[in-house]
């Protein structure tokens, strides 16, 4: 029999394996139908593993040595050969490896749905509707992502349709780890400079009534649409004073401080923002998903699954459940993890924790190229001329935009890689080897974080139960994701792998600035 049918037979096979459980169920055997769930889609995924195994393997995975060739160009000394072989094998993940790695991430979720603190903490959002793609009006929101801090007017105009307003402000590092106060002082100063830069098109200015959704990207317990405490910091923040806190009284303490006439209607993390946004003008929108300086997931999830919801859930059947998978897999069950991966931790304010992000998003790609490439200037594999340069040894200087330059660099004597060793990092001098050697650890990196940003979709779709059908729309947003030449072919390959033509049933779909439009759109829901 043909891969695929066995495949599909199996996992309708387990779909109705676990609806039969399902209808069989009193409210105190919650425990079994959880049970349920678990086996049926252990047994999918255990489907999907078999059966698109031998699928994959007639198409899909290549062999090792077509991929090396590949990623390193025409072959290099026999040496370098061999250290480009080490290191495929640290970063390479098969697509066997990935399967297990869905498994594994289904069964973190279902425990995550069941109780507090667990590896994945899918968090209740108490986000219960998508948009109706009528909502109107005019709508503030923040987007605080990371890198980038937004401050927008979004203008719904209930047809789907939405004119942008925006301003950009970086947040110092000093800002993001000084007192709670003046982050969120800055915060409301930057509102007020943005009513500034738009008096002139505004119909509604700095004085108006607004309404702010704000879209705060860190894990919070959320108790209800405008109320959540910062469980901890991630992606760099410390300021003081905020873990514990209500973030929404924060921002408007702040606003009162600075003399803003502006309430925050609803508290929103940006994957959940992501996933509205698009769901505004494409109703089959099922999750959104972030790959920018962070990497996390919302889906929608049936209120009956949520078993450690403790809110009412009368006339509810859906929620949205903000993953914060960024801490999957931090005991390292089932990635495998390289020493330059321990190092990047190690150096993180909290090692140890949030180690699924750190190998996936762009706030630490390019730091874990500048660890593996100043390992092997200090074994003497690269820049055997002149060594490593100061300038490579410092956190951070290696930007994950390098990555995308680099890779898109096809010219014959990688010249735009030449440019950013030599000029950006100070590397006295570089052969056409060493460029080869950065091109393929830059390939390694960002394709292992493709393929674990996959896994991450493929584990999320298998849970909806949305594989055997089409129009699963995953909405994304964030620049590494926009911006990274191949990024979005990696993706959609491994998924192939991993699911096979069941792949074609998920778009994966851009949501630009999609975060800022969904926290405005709940806020406008808010209200009704
Ligand atoms: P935020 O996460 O604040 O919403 P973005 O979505 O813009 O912001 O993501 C910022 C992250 O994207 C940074 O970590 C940066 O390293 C990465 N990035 C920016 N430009 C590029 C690029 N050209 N290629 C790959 N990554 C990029
Ligand atoms: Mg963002």
Known sequence: MDSLPLQLLLGVGSVLGVYTIALELSTEQLESFLLGIGIGLSVFALGSVVTSQSYTNKTAEKPRSERSIKEAGPPQTPHHVHVLSQLQDMFELSTSQ??????????????????????????????????????????????????????????????????????????????????????????????????????????????????????????????????????????????????????????????????????????????????????????????????????????????????????????????????????????HIVIPRTKYDYKLDSDTPTPGTWTFEQLISGLYLGEIVRIVLSDLADQGDLFENCGASPELKKKNAFETAYMSKIEIDNSHDLIKVKQILEVQLGIKHTTLIDRRIVKSVCALVGTRSARLAAAGVAAVV???????????????????????????????????????MCADNITLEQARDGSGQGAALIAALAEE
């Not at 509810?316 to 903000?322: A, G």
């Not at 298998?462 to 926009?482: H, Q, R, W, Y």
């Open 462 to 500: 298998t849970k909806m139960n949305k594989l055997a059908t089409p129009g699963c729309i995953v909405g994304i947003d964030g620049s590494l994701f926009e911006l990274y030449p191949n990024y979005q072919n990696r993706m959609r390959s491994a998924l192939v792998e991993m699911l096979g």
């Open 98 to 331: 990935l399967q297990r790695i869905v498994k594994q991430m289904l069964w973190d979720m279902n425990r995550g749905l069941e109780k507090d603190n667990e590896a994945i903490k899918m968090l209740p959002t108490h986000v219960c509707h998508l948009p109706k793609g009528t909502e109107a009006g005019s709508y503030l929101a923040l987007d605080l992502g990371g890198t980038n801090f937004r401050v927008c007017v979004f203008t719904l105009d209930g047809k789907g349709g939405v004119e942008t307003r925006q301003s950009k402000f970086m947040i110092a590092d000093a800002v993001k780890t000084s007192e709670g106060a003046a982050l969120f002082d800055f915060i409301a100063d930057c509102v007020k400079q943005f009513f500034v830069d738009h008096q002139d098109t505004l119909s509604n200015g700095v004085n108006h009534k607004w309404k702010l959704g704000f879209c705060f990207s860190f894990p919070v317990n959320q108790v209800s649409i405008n109320e959540g405490s910062l469980l901890v910091w991630t992606k760099g923040f410390t300021a003081s004073n905020v873990v514990g806190e209500n973030a929404v009284k924060l921002l408007q303490d702040a606003f009162t401080r600075k003399s803003l006439n502006i309430e925050v209607s609803a508290l929103v993390n940006d994957t959940t923002g992501t996933l509205m946004s698009l769901a505004y003008s494409k109703p089959s929108t099922c999750a959104g998903m972030i790959l920018g300086t962070g990497s996390n997931c919302a889906y929608i999830e049936k209120i009956e699954n949520i078993i450690k919801y403790k809110g009412s859930r009368e006339g509810i059947s859906e929620m949205l459940i903000n993953m914060e998978w960024g801490g999957f897999d931090d005991t």
